[in-house]
């Protein structure tokens, strides 16, 4: 019998069992992961220059840490980055746990550096540029790990959970949840073929974006309270450093938001990459979509940014995730199982991208393997619309950056929206079980997540007193 078992070695995970030992709690506490420790995970991709499809899991989005070791690693320092989690905790309180939660990753050797902070009449010229866009420019500073600074970061997190009693079993994933009367009882998990229960008195499942299909199944096996969300469809859009040079040095980040007509959902940039690389990740049933991360060190001659268009469906439809899901399958099947990358003139000319128009362009792609063609083929209507639109919008905040030979990746998705419904305590409805970070539809990002776990981690030392 454990005191606490956790599923998922993300950053709500790992910041729960941080937060349980800053207290002083005693307490048996488990860490189930299915991929494996951050040492040991490898992406083949920067050898062979195309992605290996690695399984039974994919090494960018699997393992201790998450997919935030092999993403970049920026850390948003304000309330208003990040989800839902302020709406239902309160905005000063959020504040607070993200400036405390800050000092851990600072404690671990995250750069003191900020970025996005200082330049304030420059800063104004921005906004004032997005307001006359009709975008709003959000405040956001931001500490950047850097990729391969965040995985070292990370192993010290794990070797401080490992010295300090904290168990941690690697290669296994749940399969199952043990429920009693109505409560949780625990777990099952499985590695090849064999299976075993794990006892425990509290269960906290902290998957992350990778497992938010996953949970989102168990909640309705087991009638755990939740709604759909919300789910972004979008493009991970590229542009030379020149573009964004005045953007990145001012803030780093440009944290822009947007309702577009004829539509007006939301459009916002997210995950902006100085000097960074455009990825790929892959998901279950082999399903590849485009991310960006960028290394404190080594630097690209590309910017690249996210351009996420917000989905919120009503009765009868309750599957967002599947939903954006075959958007992706419809995607990955025009590239042949890779990444597309289109021209932004070719998307209004109504033309497909072919790859000698690539080689000759500025701008080199710096996915090497993805595949030119035909985005708009496969891409919602109402999203592509809304993503012309907001990109046309940020030319007028960026001159340039709606430019003919900007690139657009696509499939990127964003896999949170099954909201767990809880209190205040992250207590859902059935008893003894708690619900983390971005596959719990309160979260999206590192620091959001980090915070989650840290007040579970309270909440847990707090009932045991």
Known sequence: MKDVVIIGAGPSGIFTAVEMLRKGVKKDILIVEKGQPVEKRACPKSKTQKCMNCQPYCHITTGFSGAGAFSDGKLSLSYEVGGDLP???????????????????????????????????????????????????????????????????????????????????????????????????GVRIKKGDEEKEILSKRTVFATGRRGADWLEKICAEYNIAHSPGTVDIGV???????????????????????????????????????????????????????????????????????????????????????????????????????????????????????????????LKPTLPDAVAGDITAAMPYRSMVNIINFIEAMDKVVPGFASTETLLYSPELKFYSNRVKMDENLDTSVKGLHCLGDSSGWTRGLMMASIMGVLMGRKIAQADE
């Open 87 to 185: 709406t239902l905790i309160g905005e000063d309180f959020a504040q607070e746990l993200i400036d405390y939660t800050d000092k851990i990753y600072l404690e671990f050797g995250a750069d003191t550096h900020v970025e996005g902070i200082g330049n304030d009449e420059e800063v104004k010229k921005i906004r004032m540029r997005a307001i006359q866009a009709g975008l709003k420019l959000v405040d956001c500073p931001i500490r950047h790990m850097g990729t391969e600074k965040a995985q070292k970061i990370y192993y010290d997190i794990e070797q401080y959970l490992l010295n300090n009693g904290v168990e941690i079993i690697f290669g296994y994933e749940c399969v199952d949840i043990i429920l009693e009367d109505g409560v949780c009882k």
């Open 236 to 362: 991970r859009v590229e542009v030379r450093n020149e573009i964004m040079e005045k953007v990145n040095k001012i803030l780093y980040e440009s944290k822009l938001v947007g309702y577009p007509k004829p539509f007006k959902n939301k459009v916002r940039t997210f995950c902006q990459n100085p000097g960074g690389f455009v990825s790929q990740e892959n998901y279950d049933d082999n399903l590849a979509v485009v991310n960006g991360h960028s290394y404190k060190d080594l630097k690209s001659n590309n910017t690249n940014l996210a351009i996420l268009c917000s989905h919120n469906f009503n009765q009868p439809f309750n599957q967002p995730i599947s939903y954006a899901q075959k958007v992706g399958e419809l995607t990955n099947m025009l590239g042949a199982g890779h990444i597309l990358v289109q021209r932004y003139g070719d998307i209004l000319d109504g033309k497909r991208t072919w790859q000698k128009e690539l080689a000759r362009s500025n």
